[in-house]
C-alpha cells in the first residue's frame, strides 16, 4: 500500500494531480479543497494516500492532512459509501466540519452533499456518531494546534508539549505568539 507521497507536481487537472517521486508518475484524485491548497506546478508537494485496488482499478485518493485521510479510511468503511463518494463529501466539507455536522445530526446539510440521500446521510450520522474521536482529534483553536505543532517541530515530546500549551491557556495565553512563548518556559524550566 502507498501511505504518502513526496515529489514534484508535473500536473494538475479538476480533480487530480501527477506527482513525480524519483522519476515515477503518481496520478492522484484529491478533493476539490485539496486541490486548491496545493503548491504550483514544478513545486514540492507531500500528500498522504489511500491506496484502492479493484478488480478493474488501482486508484490513489490524496490528502493534505491526516485527519481528512482518516476521514475518508472511516467513510468508505459505512456500506453504500465508496471512494469517489467519500471523496466528494469530503469536497464538500472538510473533516472537522463533517464531525460538527454529524454530531449535530444535521441530517439535511449531509444532503447538500451531490450523491448523498437523506438514506446514506442518515446512515452516516447514525454508524459515526460513536466514532466521532476517529473522525477528527479535536475541534481546538487553530492558535493552539499551530502552537503544538510548532513547539513539536522544534523537538519536544508530545506529551510535554500538551502539558505546557495547556499550562500557557491556563495562564491567560491567547495568540499562537504569546502560547508559545508561555508554553517554552514551561518547556525549558521542566
Same mark, same amino acid.
Given at each position: ?7 514534484? %507536481? ?113 446512515? %452516516? ?66
Amino acid at each position: 500500500m502507498i501511505a504518502s507521497l513526496k515529489g514534484v %507536481i508535473l500536473f494538475k487537472n479538476r480533480d487530480s494531480v501527477i506527482i513525480d517521486v524519483s522519476g515515477v508518475g503518481y496520478q492522484v484524485t484529491l478533493s476539490t479543497g485539496d486541490l486548491s491548497n496545493l503548491p504550483g506546478v514544478g513545486e514540492y508537494v507531500f500528500i498522504y494516500t489511500y491506496t484502492y485496488v479493484r478488480e478493474d482499478a488501482l486508484q490513489l485518493f490524496g490528502f493534505l492532512s491526516a485527519e481528512d485521510k482518516e476521514a475518508f479510511m472511516t467513510l468508505i468503511k459505512i456500506s453504500g459509501i465508496g471512494p469517489k463518494l467519500g471523496l466528494s463529501i469530503l469536497s464538500a466539507m472538510p473533516a472537522a466540519k463533517l464531525s460538527q455536522a454529524i454530531h449535530n445530526e444535521e441530517v439535511d446539510l449531509l444532503c447538500t452533499i451531490p450523491g448523498l440521500g437523506k438514506k446514506t446521510a442518515s446512515r %452516516i450520522i447514525l454508524e459515526l456518531k460513536e466514532k466521532l474521536p476517529a473522525l477528527t482529534h479535536s475541534q481546538e483553536d487553530p492558535s493552539v494546534a499551530d502552537a503544538k505543532s510548532a513547539l513539536v517541530n522544534l523537538g519536544y515530546k508530545k506529551a510535554d508539549v500538551e502539558l505546557a500549551v495547556k499550562k500557557s491557556i491556563q495562564s491567560g495565553a491567547k495568540s499562537l505568539e504569546s502560547i508559545i512563548k508561555e508554553a517554552l518556559k514551561y518547556l525549558t524550566n521542566g
